[in-house]
């Protein structure tokens, strides 16, 4: 019998959601474990890094790598992995496109550890204790990873061969990715393992879209209840349908929630934000500038909205704090 | 480099343009940067590339270096980017595969420093040069034009423009908003320098209009939509309800005698006030189409619902009349279009200081042209509001022209029409006559042969622009008088002149809902507000709109002539493109990937030419390539990447903007 194939699971600056997303495999995870030979997945199993270390460049098959790379340690692992992987799958919409996490680039380590370690109302630290990479107490000596000024996407730090989207991604999804890798059908390098066209196209609500598609007035989700057979766009919810690739079966348009666009842009596109920007401009159609004063105010944070998941990934990356930011 | 598969072999041909780009940009720099370029296989200076030895450079030189793609640096596409794709097409390779990019208008002449000018030059054929690599080869689609032609306005000019077509045998479709057509040439008596009668020379064009098989009259009616592209415009006309069957009246006025209002009784619009009509009129006896209107604005019946619609017994059997007539739309089917909208004159009463509607006897030429006109409200009698004949009349040049205040432009006819109405005056009331002007403009064919004339005849010519027109006398013999203010310049005197009847020499404006028709007809208009021709030398009745023309003062203040030699050139050009039959569309369309395409609809409600719809078979959107003007606009705005535009695809632009920028 041929040795199984080694994988690996990895998780960076993340929420633990995408190793739920694994668990939702349920009985498929059992084929999974059965098929391969998991040689790394700190969520469940204890390795250590020197076990990782121990193997012999590209053994492991693949690693699925999700978060966001925030933290030196994570660099680290990352590249250890790059270096024993033939493949690296970016899981998640942290490590292909920087994600919910990568939003921190609206700042730098000074802010953010200014706010969570003096600043905020419900810290206590009358000494001003800050993170620091080495630390001494009682004569011992403490190492921390050190904490980087910006959040990166995977494939900014190493070359990554396959992208699994999503927040976190649905298990079908996860699931077509394994079995194409196991049956050695994986798509050319660098794919996205969904859809090859925009949300809609799978939209049970697209349908019901007029043919010519003008906004008058735009509404957040909590302001209504949204018509179950209507297309949210057209009832004036900021849906990122058109921006975003397919293949997640429109779980939130099921949910009648407007797509928030965790599977990113589709290949043509280099600025998923800028893209969503563009389609929301391109459809509204307001007579004056109180309109667009109007239609702003629905939209109360816009990087938050158009870049929720792929600031790190865009055309600007995070914002400029003159010079503050490396 | 990268390219579009086959690997590039770019011949670079940078033009001198005499010294219009030789004498800024260091062209041989240019040259020597270019040949270094990834895939220059050869790079040229030449001293004018649009000449034939020009062209021949490239035809020979696609054949003796087998080259594949063309960069040519020179003036504006718009001028000579044709020119450099034919010659490309005769040297054998597809013409889209050249590229042409601007460094003279762009670039020498707008800079002035010359390494700086170089310096751009060099950015915009680097940009060129890997752009050019990515083009495609592309086939221009033909489509057919229809053999008939709108003619938009029925003044002189486009009378003219009817006429031609009309007798080439195109089918041709006159729309007027007025009852009538004739425009203000009708309104005239005299034309200059002739002084031929207007109405002799215009009512018979007039009528050959009316009685043309080729030619469908629509008067009193608006074109309200245009669709299409060229040769197949579809035109919606709004026909307004004139309350009188124009195939059944016979043009008797019978039923004007019989009106129940015994007297006219209100401001007839073709005298400009100056003489009444009833509720049921004809605006003049030749008025074509010969048959009357109801204003339903005084009629009593239309207005009240009660009149003992005496008309109507008068009419008899003809049953000419219809009170229940409803404002029609016609829907037409052309090839061509050619805007004859004329103009309008200018309102003084924006320039109180000289009086009008202030002072009865100041008139404008206009109300003086229905006053001498043999047919006008006095039978061509000059007799004044008060009755009075004058015995000095002054005329005021240039108002509403050449004034920052007002309109900055010469009206061009004012000089002529205004030693016209000068001697039409003194010959028909014996008055003494002085003219007042800034400069006397008068070129043209026997123009300055009249000018001379009427000094003979004894005009008084002042040199001046007049300050004022005020009615306070300082002298005894200024009582009762209208006195013009003005400093004569010849002599360096402010004199007072006192009249009995002051004219006002207005000029010419747009129409005041030109910019309306402009957006229509989708064309564009100079800053004034003036239709814009394509090229103000080399396209002067052809518009940015393809099949649409324009003829007479509608593009700017004409003379008679003028308007009638440009309406003919008009008609010429529709005939052109009718008689080839189809034409070749420039191939930038865009065009949807329909494995991308997700359906969103985003791009629909976009396109401002209609040409995209939503396919409900196969759940993509759909271009119609005849209708996409390529603007780009649904291009930019897919979310999906799905929809690419010919000649504008990513890596055209953004390898030109790397180019650029490198």
């Given at each position: 019998?041929?040795?199984?194939?080694?994988?690996a699971?990895?998780?960076c600056?993340?929420?633990?959601?995408?190793?739920?997303?694994?668990?939702?495999?349920a009985?498929?995870?059992?084929t999974?474990?059965e098929?391969v030979?998991?040689?790394?997945?700190?969520?469940?199993?204890?390795?250590?890094?020197?076990?990782?270390e121990?193997?012999?460049?590209?053994?492991?098959?693949?690693?699925?790598?999700?978060?966001?790379v925030?933290?030196?340690?994570?660099?680290?692992?990352?590249?250890?992995?790059?270096?024993?992987?033939?493949?690296?799958?970016?899981?998640?919409?942290?490590?292909?496109?920087?994600?919910?996490?990568g939003?921190?680039n609206?700042?730098?380590?000074?802010?953010?550890?200014?706010?969570?370690?003096?600043?905020?109302?419900?810290?206590?630290?009358?000494d001003?204790h800050?993170?620091?990479?080495?630390?001494?107490?009682?004569?011992?000596?403490?190492?921390?990873?050190e904490?980087?000024?910006?959040?990166?996407?995977?494939d900014q730090?190493?070359?990554?061969?396959?992208?699994?989207?999503?927040?976190?991604p649905?298990?079908?999804?996860?699931?077509?990715a394994?079995?194409a890798?196991?049956?050695?059908?994986?798509?050319?390098?660098?794919?996205?393992?969904a859809?090859s066209?925009a949300?809609?196209?799978e939209?049970?609500?697209?349908?019901?879209?007029?043919?010519?598609?003008?906004?008058?007035?735009?509404?957040?989700?909590?302001?209504?209840?949204?018509k179950?057979?209507?297309c949210l766009?057209?009832?004036?919810?900021?849906?990122?349908?058109?921006?975003?690739?397919?293949?997640?079966?429109?779980?939130?348009?099921?949910?009648?929630m407007?797509?928030?666009?965790?599977?990113?842009?589709?290949?043509?596109?280099r600025?998923?934000?800028?893209?969503?920007?563009?389609?929301?401009?391109?459809i509204?159609?307001?007579?004056?500038e109180d309109?667009?004063?109007?239609?702003?105010e629905?939209?109360?944070?816009?990087v938050?909205?158009?870049?929720?998941?792929?600031?790190?990934?865009?055309?600007?990356q995070?914002?400029?704090?003159?010079?503050?930011?490396s | 480099?990268?390219?579009?598969?086959?690997?590039?072999?770019?011949?670079?041909?940078?033009?001198?343009?005499g010294?219009?780009?030789?004498?800024?940009?260091?062209v041989?720099?240019?040259v020597?940067?270019?040949?270094?370029?990834?895939?220059?296989?050869?790079?040229?200076e030449?001293?004018?590339?649009?000449?034939?030895?020009?062209?021949?450079l490239?035809?020979?030189?696609i054949?003796?270096?087998?080259?594949?793609r063309?960069?040519?640096?020179?003036?504006?596409?718009?001028?000579?980017?044709?020119?450099?794709?034919?010659?490309?097409?005769?040297?054998?390779?597809?013409?889209?595969?050249?590229?042409h990019?601007?460094?003279?208008e762009?670039?020498?002449?707008?800079?002035?420093?010359s390494?700086?000018?170089t310096?751009?030059?060099?950015?915009?054929?680097?940009?060129a040069?890997?752009?050019?690599a990515?083009?495609?080869?592309?086939?221009?689609?033909?489509v057919?034009v229809?053999?008939?032609?709108?003619?938009?306005?029925?003044?002189?000019?486009?009378?003219?423009?009817?006429?031609?077509?009309?007798?080439?045998?195109?089918?041709?479709?006159?729309?007027?908003r007025?009852?009538?057509?004739?425009?203000?040439?009708?309104?005239?008596?005299?034309?200059?320098?002739?002084?031929?009668?207007?109405?002799?020379?215009?009512?018979?064009?007039?009528?050959?209009?009316?009685?043309?098989?080729?030619?469908?009259?629509?008067?009193?009616?608006?074109?309200?939509?245009?669709d299409?592209y060229?040769?197949?415009?579809?035109?919606?006309?709004?026909?307004?309800?004139?309350?009188?069957h124009?195939?059944?009246?016979?043009?008797?006025?019978?039923?004007?005698?019989?009106?129940?209002?015994?007297?006219?009784?209100?401001?007839?619009?073709?005298?400009?006030g100056?003489?009444?009509?009833?509720?049921?009129?004809?605006?003049f006896?030749?008025?074509?189409?010969?048959?009357?209107?109801?204003?339903?604005?005084?009629c009593?019946?239309?207005?009240?619902?009660?009149?003992?619609?005496?008309?109507?017994?008068?009419?008899?059997?003809?049953?000419?009349i219809?009170?229940?007539?409803?404002?029609?739309?016609?829907?037409?089917?052309?090839?061509?279009?050619?805007?004859a909208?004329g103009?309008?004159?200018?309102?003084?009463t924006?320039?109180?200081?000289?009086?009008?509607g202030?002072?009865?006897?100041?008139?404008?030429?206009?109300?003086?042209?229905?006053?001498?006109?043999?047919?006008?409200?006095?039978?061509?009698?000059?007799?004044?509001?008060?009755?009075?004949?004058?015995?000095?009349?002054?005329?005021?040049?240039?108002?509403?022209?050449?004034?920052k205040?007002?309109?900055?432009?010469?009206?061009?006819v004012?000089?002529?029409?205004?030693l016209?109405?000068?001697h039409?005056?003194?010959?028909?009331?014996?008055?003494?006559?002085?003219?007042?002007?800034?400069?006397?403009?008068?070129?043209?064919k026997?123009?300055?042969e009249?000018?001379?004339?009427?000094?003979?005849?004894?005009v008084?010519?002042?040199r001046?622009?007049?300050?004022?027109?005020?009615?306070?006398?300082?002298?005894?013999?200024?009582?009762?008088?209208l006195?013009?203010?003005?400093?004569?310049?010849?002599?360096?005197?402010?004199?007072r002149?006192?009249?009995?009847?002051?004219?006002?020499?207005?000029?010419?404006?747009p129409?005041?809902?030109?910019?309306?028709?402009?957006?229509?007809?989708?064309?564009?208009?100079?800053?004034?507000?003036?239709?814009?021709?394509?090229?103000?030398?080399?396209?002067p009745?052809e518009t940015?709109?393809d099949?649409?023309f324009?003829?007479?003062?509608?593009?700017?203040?004409?003379?008679?002539?003028?308007?009638v030699?440009?309406?003919?050139?008009?008609?010429?050009?529709?005939?052109?493109l009718?008689?080839?039959?189809?034409?070749e569309?420039?191939?930038?369309?865009?065009r949807?990937?329909?494995e991308?395409?997700?359906?969103?609809?985003?791009?629909?409600?976009?396109?401002?030419?209609?040409?995209?719809?939503?396919?409900?078979?196969?759940?993509?959107?759909?271009?119609?390539?005849?209708?996409?003007?390529?603007?780009?606009?649904?291009?930019?705005?897919?979310?999906?990447?799905?929809l690419?535009?010919?000649l504008?695809s990513d890596?055209?632009?953004?390898?030109?903007i790397?180019?650029?920028?490198?």
């Amino acid at each position: 019998m041929a040795e199984k194939p080694k994988v690996a699971f990895y998780w960076c600056g993340s929420c633990g959601g995408c190793e739920e997303a694994v668990v939702d495999l349920a009985e498929d995870l059992l084929t999974v474990a059965e098929a391969v030979d998991i040689v790394l997945w700190p969520v469940a199993m204890d390795f250590k890094k020197q076990d990782v270390e121990a193997l012999p460049d590209g053994a492991i098959t693949a690693s699925f790598i999700n978060g966001t790379v925030r933290l030196s340690e994570h660099e680290e692992w990352v590249k250890l992995l790059r270096r024993k992987s033939q493949l690296v799958f970016a899981f998640g919409s942290c490590a292909h496109l920087g994600g919910i996490p990568g939003l921190a680039n609206l700042s730098n380590r000074e802010e953010i550890f200014r706010w969570y370690y003096k600043e905020g109302p419900t810290v206590h630290n009358p000494d001003g204790h800050e993170p620091t990479p080495e630390f001494r107490q009682n004569g011992y000596a403490f190492e921390l990873p050190e904490f980087w000024n910006t959040a990166r996407a995977l494939d900014q730090v190493i070359e990554v061969d396959y992208y699994i989207p999503g927040c976190p991604p649905p298990a079908h999804i996860v699931k077509d990715a394994v079995m194409a890798l196991l049956q050695g059908q994986l798509p050319p390098k660098g794919s996205v393992l969904a859809g090859s066209r925009a949300l809609c196209h799978e939209c049970p609500l697209n349908e019901t879209k007029p043919e010519k598609l003008l906004l008058k007035d735009l509404k957040r989700p909590h302001e209504v209840i949204p018509k179950p057979d209507e297309c949210l766009l057209a009832q004036g919810l900021l849906c990122l349908g058109p921006v975003t690739r397919g293949g997640c079966g429109a779980l939130c348009i099921n949910a009648h929630m407007p797509c928030t666009g965790c599977f990113g842009p589709l290949d043509h596109i280099r600025d998923f934000g800028a893209k969503g920007l563009g389609a929301l401009a391109s459809i509204v159609d307001f007579q004056d500038e109180d309109d667009i004063e109007r239609a702003l105010e629905k939209i109360p944070d816009p990087v938050g909205t158009f870049f929720k998941y792929s600031l790190p990934a865009s055309l600007v990356q995070r914002r400029n704090m003159g010079g503050k930011t490396s | 480099m990268k390219g579009n598969g086959e690997v590039p072999r770019i011949g670079v041909y940078v033009c001198d343009c005499g010294t219009n780009i030789a004498g800024k940009v260091r062209v041989a720099e240019v040259v020597e940067f270019a040949r270094d370029l990834p895939g220059v296989v050869v790079a040229r200076e030449y001293k004018y590339m649009c000449s034939d030895p020009g062209q021949d450079l490239i035809k020979r030189d696609i054949q003796e270096y087998n080259l594949n793609r063309i960069v040519v640096a020179s003036c504006s596409p718009l001028l000579h980017e044709h020119t450099f794709r034919k010659a490309t097409a005769e040297g054998g390779l597809n013409p889209y595969l050249v590229h042409h990019v601007n460094i003279r208008e762009d670039v020498s002449w707008v800079h002035e420093d010359s390494d700086e000018a170089t310096r751009k030059a060099k950015a915009i054929v680097h940009g060129a040069v890997l752009r050019v690599a990515w083009q495609k080869p592309l086939e221009p689609q033909s489509v057919p034009v229809r053999d008939s032609a709108l003619v938009v306005g029925g003044g002189i000019a486009g009378i003219s423009a009817a006429l031609t077509l009309a007798e080439a045998g195109k089918q041709v479709y006159l729309v007027e908003r007025e009852p009538t057509i004739g425009g203000h040439m009708a309104k005239f008596d005299k034309t200059f320098p002739t002084l031929d009668c207007a109405a002799c020379i215009l009512t018979p064009k007039m009528t050959a209009v009316k009685d043309h098989p080729n030619i469908t009259l629509i008067t009193y009616a608006e074109v309200e939509e245009v669709d299409g592209y060229v040769g197949n415009f579809k035109v919606k006309v709004r026909k307004k309800p004139r309350y009188v069957h124009e195939d059944r009246c016979v043009g008797c006025l019978e039923c004007i005698e019989a009106c129940v209002f015994k007297e006219p009784r209100f401001p007839n619009e073709f005298d400009l006030g100056l003489s009444k009509r009833k509720p049921v009129y004809i605006p003049f006896p030749q008025a074509v189409p010969p048959v009357v209107t109801i204003d339903p604005d005084t009629c009593l019946y239309l207005r009240f619902g009660k009149c003992k619609k005496t008309c109507v017994e008068a009419c008899g059997d003809r049953n000419a009349i219809d009170f229940d007539m409803k404002p029609e739309t016609l829907e037409l089917e052309v090839g061509t279009i050619i805007l004859a909208t004329g103009f309008k004159t200018f309102d003084p009463t924006r320039t109180p200081k000289y009086g009008y509607g202030r002072f009865p006897e100041v008139y404008t030429s206009l109300e003086i042209e229905r006053l001498v006109n043999s047919s006008g409200p006095t039978g061509g009698e000059v007799v004044m509001r008060n009755g009075q004949k004058p015995k000095r009349v002054g005329i005021i040049h240039c108002v509403g022209s050449r004034d920052k205040n007002t309109n900055p432009w010469c009206s061009k006819v004012c000089c002529m029409y205004s030693l016209k109405l000068a001697h039409l005056i003194h010959e028909r009331s014996g008055a003494e006559v002085y003219n007042f002007y800034i400069d006397m403009r008068t070129p043209g064919k026997g123009y300055e042969e009249f000018y001379n004339r009427l000094a003979k005849e004894g005009v008084h010519l002042i040199r001046g622009r007049v300050a004022e027109v005020t009615d306070a006398p300082l002298h005894p013999e200024e009582e009762g008088k209208l006195i013009i203010r003005v400093e004569d310049t010849n002599i360096g005197v402010v004199r007072r002149i006192p009249v009995d009847m002051v004219v006002l020499a207005v000029g010419l404006e747009p129409q005041p809902d030109a910019d309306e028709v402009r957006r229509l007809f989708n064309i564009s208009c100079s800053t004034e507000g003036w239709f814009l021709e394509r090229h103000p030398k080399l396209a002067p009745v052809e518009t940015f709109t393809d099949g649409v023309f324009v003829a007479g003062a509608c593009q700017g203040p004409k003379d008679i002539p003028e308007t009638v030699a440009q309406a003919q050139a008009a008609a010429a050009n529709a005939l052109a493109l009718m008689d080839k039959g189809s034409v070749e569309m420039e191939p930038n369309v865009a065009r949807v990937n329909e494995e991308l395409c997700s359906g969103c609809h985003i791009c629909i409600g976009l396109c401002p030419y209609g040409a995209i719809s939503f396919n409900e078979e196969k759940k993509v959107a759909e271009v119609n390539e005849v209708l996409c003007k390529g603007c780009g606009t649904c291009t930019a705005a897919c979310p999906s990447g799905a929809l690419s535009q010919n000649l504008f695809s990513d890596h055209e632009v953004f390898s030109e903007i790397m180019g650029v920028l490198l």
